[in-house]
């Protein structure tokens, strides 16, 4: 199992928001603060995303991925020193813009590894996806949108592919679990942990994985990743309990042996201790709206 697909597969929502806007110059067109992620690709002209750092340019069959909330923004032009810069292109930018208000703790640590934009040119089965979302939000038949929210993800999951397939995600500006799975040393023993993480890891086992000694191993994997691996594995374990937790009715001690707990004790005190509550708490907690709502991002 790579991280990169269980990370993806990690991505849902509850609430996808999807529209097509054909805005005439001069236009700005704020992201929602509220939102986890934003989808934007115009379809005709093309756009600007601004608010952080340099000004980002979106073509046609360009897509960008905002990460939220924020106070970016889509305009006809950027802005030098706080005045409109030279015109944009002439005539209607025609653009389709997707909102996700996301869950799970599995989305979380996906939030946590995008920058604020990520852009990918769409190609391979990511440009044929555009024309069937335009049809989509023109259709007016019953199911739209389950159709919409289904098209969607399979973007998303496509743009971010892709954007994991460049070589600049994992240059030295990009997110650190980027640059550790293509250690020789760390991605291994990453990508061992995301196979089996119910799997009894010891450091030496890792090291074994990825072809070094011990001191080596864990070195390089606090270097690059910034913890340790052992409270790496903790967390994305307690990463998996929480969505368990959340999306089944499974006794607590089956959920501790699937995350790699022999005894439902020590599992719940390495949850509470990353969570603040037992896991019998954090299961009613997010079945409850009111609970739900405070602890969805965005």
């Given at each position: 199992m790579d991280p990169y697909d269980e990370l993806l597969r990690g991505v849902r929502?509850?609430?996808?928001?999807?529209?097509?806007?054909?805005?005439s110059p001069p236009w700005t067109l704020p992201f929602d603060a509220e939102a986890s992620l934003t989808l934007v690709t115009p379809l005709?002209?093309?756009?600007?995303?601004?608010?952080?750092?340099?000004?980002?340019?979106?073509?046609?069959?360009?897509?960008?991925?905002?990460?939220?909330?924020g106070r970016l923004r889509l305009t006809d032009r950027?802005?030098?020193g706080g005045s409109p810069a030279t015109a944009g292109p002439p005539g209607p930018?025609?653009?389709?813009?997707?909102?996700?208000?996301?869950?799970?703790?599995?989305?979380?640590?996906?939030?946590?590894?995008?920058?604020?934009?990520?852009?990918?040119?769409?190609?391979?089965?990511?440009?044929?996806?555009l024309d069937l979302l335009n049809d989509q939000v023109a259709d007016g038949r019953p199911g739209?949108?389950?159709?919409?929210?289904?098209?969607?993800?399979?973007l998303l999951v496509c743009v971010l592919r892709g954007w994991f397939d460049q070589p600049a995600a994992a240059d030295a500006n990009s997110?650190?679990?980027?640059?550790?799975?293509?250690?020789?040393?760390v991605g291994p023993a990453l990508r061992a942990m995301h196979a089996a993480p119910?799997?009894?890891?010891?450091?030496?086992?890792?090291?074994?994985?990825?072809?070094?000694?011990?001191?080596?191993?864990?070195?390089?994997?606090?270097?690059?990743?910034?913890?340790?691996?052992?409270?790496?594995?903790?967390?994305?374990?307690?990463?998996?309990?929480?969505?368990?937790?959340?999306e089944s009715t499974a006794p607590l001690a089956s959920v501790a042996q699937r995350v790699g707990y022999a005894d439902a004790f020590g599992f719940s005190t390495a949850f509470k201790r990353l969570h603040g509550m037992s896991p019998s708490a954090y299961r009613d907690c997010v079945r409850s709206?009111?609970?739900?709502a405070e602890k969805r991002p965005g």
């Open positions: 929502t509850d609430q996808v928001r999807f529209r097509r806007v054909e805005l005709g002209g093309e756009g600007w995303i601004e608010g952080d750092g340099a000004p980002r340019r979106i073509a046609v069959n360009d897509t960008a991925v905002v990460r939220g909330p950027p802005r030098a930018t025609v653009l389709l813009v997707g909102t996700y208000r996301v869950w799970g703790e599995v989305s979380r640590r996906l939030l946590d590894l995008l920058p604020p934009v990520v852009t990918v040119p769409c190609q391979d089965g990511c440009s044929s996806l739209r949108d389950a159709v919409l929210d289904r098209l969607l993800d399979w997110p650190a679990l980027l640059r550790a799975l293509s250690d020789e040393a119910a799997e009894p890891w010891t450091l030496l086992a890792l090291a074994r994985e990825a072809g070094v000694s011990r001191t080596t191993l864990a070195g390089r994997f606090t270097r690059l990743v910034g913890e340790p691996p052992l409270a790496y594995l903790t967390e994305w374990r307690m990463a998996l309990a929480a969505d368990l937790l959340t709206p009111e609970c739900q």
